[in-house]
T-cell receptor
């Protein structure tokens, strides 16, 4: 099992460019999430999904869009990148089972916007 | 929404000593409190969690305590070892909220040999 896989691992963008981060999980989890991690601010939830075809806003959704066309994939898009979006992005997945609350994270994607 | 505050932001201890990290939360409806460990350059990983119907939980050298009345919970690491050096995050969520975790800002723990 690969767990949660993110691509790409590193990316440099210029202001105004667009890009998509791909997250794939092979654990058949219902829930998937995108977090961003900035120094001194912990992990902040951008968007999440409770199942195929559904998405919802988290704490910091502005400037991002997401899609979950397949249960195993969760895409995060930046339509017009800004320097404030320079961050490390983590995808995570979780089972819907009530007896577990664990989030399984990917390795992270470091994005720099110049 | 939920707000989780975590202290201290950095903590240095001598190998073999104990370490304590504290968190407070604002939403009294929160009932699930996990702790994640993130080693340098790695992904966060769950180390222990506690639900609101339990006051304390232990797993070998790690324990978590919860005080629902005061809305705070703490991570205790005993007999610290160099491999305990990492950033630790507390978090809170409400059961049924699709596991929307609100994280604290993290504590950099350094265990000095």
């Amino acid at each position: 099992n690969a767990g949660v896989t993110q691509t790409p691992k590193f990316r440099v963008l210029k202001t105004g460019q667009s890009m998509t981060l791909l997250c794939a999980q092979d654990m058949n989890h219902e829930y998937m999430y995108w977090y961003r991690q900035d120094p001194g601010m912990g992990l902040r939830l951008i968007h999440y999904s409770v199942g195929e075809g559904t998405t919802a806003k988290g704490e910091v959704p502005d400037g991002y869009n997401v899609s979950r066309l397949k249960k195993q994939n969760f895409l995060l898009g930046l339509e017009s990148a800004a320097p404030s979006q320079t961050s490390v992005y983590f995808c995570a997945s979780s089972s819907r089972r009530a007896d577990t609350g664990e989030l399984f994270f990917g390795e992270g994607s470091r994005l720099t916007v110049l | 929404g939920e707000n989780v505050e975590q202290h201290p932001s950095t903590l240095s201890v001598q190998e073999g000593d104990s370490a304590v990290i504290k968190c407070t939360y604002s939403d009294s409806a929160s009932n699930y409190f996990p702790w994640y460990k993130q080693e340098l350059g790695k992904r966060p990983q769950l180390i222990i969690d506690i639900r609101s119907n339990v006051g304390e939980k232990k797993d070998q050298r790690i324990a978590v305590t919860l005080n629902k009345t005061a809305k705070h919970f703490s991570l205790h690491i005993t007999e610290t070892q160099p491999e305990d050096s990492a950033v630790y995050f507390c978090a809170a969520s409400i059961t049924g909220s699709a596991r929307q975790l609100t994280f604290g800002s993290g504590t950099q723990l350094t265990v000095l040999p």
